[in-house]
Every structure is written in C-alpha cells, then in structure tokens.
Antibody, heavy 121, light 108 residues
Framework: QVQLVQSGAEVKKPGASVKVSCKASGDTFTAYYMHWVRQAPGQGLEWMGW????????NYVQKFQGRVTMTRDTSISTAYMELSRLRSDDTAVYYC??????????????WGQGTLVTVSS | EFVLTQSPGTLSLSPGERATLSCRASQSVSSSYLAWYQQKPGQAPRLLIYGASSRATGIPDRFSGSGSGTDFTLTISRLEPEDFAVYYCQQYGSSLLTFGGGTKVEIK
C-alpha cells in the first residue's frame, strides 16, 4: 500500500534551517508530484509548493520564495523540504502530500504523518 | 488574492443529524479542482471528495459534495460518531492552491 513516511520532530533556533524528508513507498515515486503543506498550531492548512520528482522541477508559493528548497533523491524515493532563516512563526506541522498525475483534477490522495518543527530560542 | 471562505466556523450537531458545510470562493473555481478533506486531532488530513462531487476511495456514501462556480457544499447525511472533526475545502487555479479556513463539526 502507498505510504509517505516523514522524518521526526525538530527543534531549531531562530535563523537556523530545517530539512524534512518524506519517503514514499508502494508506488512509482516519479509518477506523482509531491507537495508540501504546513499547519501552525491550532490553525488551518497552508500550501507551500511542489516538486516534480521526475524532473526535479519546483514551484514555490511566493511567500516562501528565497527560503524554501524542495529536492528529491529518486534512488531512495525520498522528497525533501528545506526551510531556511527560520522564525518563530514557522513553528508548525509540515506535511508532504501526493498529487495523482491526472491533468483533470488536483487533490492529494496520500499524506505523510506530519513533522513538527518548533522554532524557539 | 484567491480566498476560500468556509462557513460556519463551528457546527454543533448530534449523531444522526445532517451536516451541511459551505465553501465559498472569491472567484469562480473549476469544479475539477475543488476537493474536501477531513482532519482529526493529531492526524493528517484525509481526502473525502475530489472534483467537487466524486467520493475518494473508501469514503462512505453518507458524504457527498456538490456545487459549481463560487459555491460548494459538503453534506454528511447522517453523522456518525467518527465524523466529528474539522473539514477543509481546497481549490487549485492559476498555479496556486488554496485551502479554506475549515469548519469544525462538534458534538452537541
């Protein structure tokens, strides 16, 4: 069955960087765009962007441009999201989420379990 | 800026009752790009509906989606105890993806 397994919780100081991993199994890793979504404590969902695991192409929300980098390692079916220059308001649960390749629809059928990133001095 | 507004913010209902959740877009949305998710505390969101009205695999038929243009609705025909959760709508357009602020369905 399809699984997206993310790396464990992180605690970082303001100004530092964090890199979260998302390992996919149960299907062809390069067939599905991987998106990243975050959720601050008690808040709603915020889309950050995506990576095409096949080409490495990316699309980032303007808000995160210059601070976020999404990469992948196809040899181990893993996507990464690195966020730099962390601030306290980056404290959130970060999710990877898979989008099926259909051009007719846009939705996320599988999600990782989430990675809590806490930014605190 | 594209905005999805969900209402009400909180819906207090009893098991067995019908729940009607609204998602209103600031601009017209392609129905193909409108989805609904359920999220329980401490869990990742779970896909319920895609293409505005198609149920995802394994989703019970008490969940249904409808709407077009700027107004979309998620209906739960008879609430089961496991349905009390937060629900989000999501749209995609002009290379941007947006979530609504969520509706919490709580036990009355």
């Amino acid at each position: 069955q399809v699984q997206l397994v993310q790396s464990g919780a992180e605690v970082k100081k303001p100004g530092a960087s964090v890199k979260v991993s998302c390992k996919a199994s149960g299907d062809t890793f390069t067939a599905y765009y991987m998106h990243w979504v975050r959720q601050a404590p008690g808040q709603g969902l915020e889309w950050m962007g995506w990576i095409d695991p096949n080409s490495g192409g990316t699309n980032y929300v303007q808000k995160f441009q210059g601070r976020v980098t999404m990469t992948r390692d196809t040899s181990i079916s893993t996507a990464y999201m690195e966020l730099s220059r962390l601030r306290s308001d980056d404290t959130a649960v970060y999710y990877c989420a898979r989008r099926p390749p259909s051009a007719d629809y846009v939705f996320f059928d599988y999600w990782g379990q989430g990675t809590l990133v806490t930014v605190s001095s | 800026e594209f905005v999805l507004t969900q209402s009400p913010g909180t819906l207090s209902l009893s098991p067995g009752e019908r729940a009607t959740l609204s998602c209103r877009a600031s601009q017209s949305v392609s129905s193909s790009y409108l989805a609904w998710y359920q999220q329980k505390p401490g869990q990742a969101p779970r896909l319920l509906i895609y293409g505005a009205s198609s149920r995802a695999t394994g989703i019970p038929d008490r969940f249904s989606g409808s709407g077009s243009g700027t107004d979309f609705t998620l209906t739960i025909s008879r609430l089961e105890p496991e349905d009390f959760a937060v629900y989000y709508c999501q749209q995609y357009g002009s290379s941007l993806l947006t979530f609504g602020g969520g509706t919490k369905v709580e036990i009355k």
